[in-house]
């Protein structure tokens, strides 16, 4: 392994997030800070954020990350990346080392890393040089270091591909048996409209911001009802997720540890957050925590049911 690539260097910080360590905390008190769960939200095990700068999608994903710093307490972060390059075969994992910001330096799981390498070799391979032009993991990191600052991460940039599910379940297969308790999250935006995304099928922003929440509504159903297997299919078809597969693999993940259903925290879009509803473009966001009911018929060790 090349070993400039154990330390991966920032992309984002100073254009998706703060650069300067005392703004990016204000920030993630700003967007996580404040937000009490839902009374009734049982058992998170994990979650879907989106990726896009923080001053659009922070509190979005803040509020996921809120819940599950909170409530599950994890000690590793499981993170499925979206791909936004072409070309990659397989899932990407980024095996060992850490991951900086202007927060410090967060550790890789290389344990957890080395076991599902080890579990699933055809569905991933240590592949870190494949996270250096990526975004979509690391704006997650500093919520995770100034929120959970013990825990490590287990970065996984997911191409949208039928394997995403398999992986998902793979995940949780880990997941469960292992020793120390960890959480998943992964990482896509929704419908990209606009003239500036060659996609206005009902016109102008103004016009078209129906149509473009319909349309998210109904890939945000499949997450909800935990129906993994459709997700890439309806991405593909309506175009309505960046990131499909990890989305596709987050919601695997929570229906093999016997999730009960994914719970939308927060739905908006750019467009909403700026207020500007006769710009060029709007993308949709969404922050969804899959939470497992208590079942004890069901259950079995916290394992899968």
């Known amino acids: 392994m090349n070993r400039n690539l154990l330390t991966r260097e920032p992309i984002a910080a100073g254009r998706f997030y703060e650069a300067n360590r005392a703004a990016l905390l204000e920030d993630v008190e700003t967007c996580a800070g404040g937000y009490h769960p839902p009374s009734d939200l049982t058992r998170p095990v994990g979650g879907i954020v989106p990726h896009a700068g923080w001053m659009f999608s922070g509190p979005t994903a803040g509020k996921v990350f809120r819940v599950l710093s909170r409530l599950a307490a994890p000690a ?9 390059r072409p070309g990659a075969a397989k899932a990407s994992l980024y095996p060992e080392g850490a991951w900086r910001t202007p927060l410090g330096d967060c550790a890789v799981d290389a344990a957890l890393a080395a076991e599902l390498l080890k579990t699933a070799p055809d569905l991933l391979e240590a592949a870190p040089e494949a996270h250096r032009g990526e975004h979509a993991i690391e704006v997650q990191v500093p919520f995770i270091q100034a929120l959970s600052p013990e825990a490590r991460i287990l970065p ?51 016009t078209g911001l129906p149509w473009m929440r319909a349309n998210d509504a109904r890939i945000i159903r499949l997450a909800e ?19 499909a597969g990890a989305m596709a693999a987050a919601t695997a993940t ?7 259903r994914g719970r939308v925290l927060e739905y908006t879009t750019s467009a909403d957050v700026t207020e500007d509803y006769r710009g060029n473009h709007a993308v949709g966001y969404v922050g969804i925590v899959f ?12 394992g899968p049911s």
């Open 291 to 302: 939470e497992k009911t208590a079942h004890p018929r069901n259950e079995r060790s916290g």
């Open 254 to 260: 929570a229906a093999a540890l016997g999730a009960a």
């Open 156 to 206: 996984i940039a997911v191409p949208m591909t039928g394997a995403a599910t398999e992986l998902g379940r793979a995940v949780a297969r880990v997941i469960a048996r292992w020793n120390s308790p960890a959480v998943f999250v992964g990482s896509t935006d929704l419908t990209h409209y606009g003239m500036d995304y060659g996609l206005t099928a009902r016109g102008p922003l103004e």
């Open 76 to 84: 590793t972060y499981v993170l499925f990346g979206a791909v936004h």
């Open 225 to 243: 009802k935990l129906l993994a297997e459709e997700i890439i299919p309806e991405a593909e078809e309506h175009d309505n997720a960046c990131g």
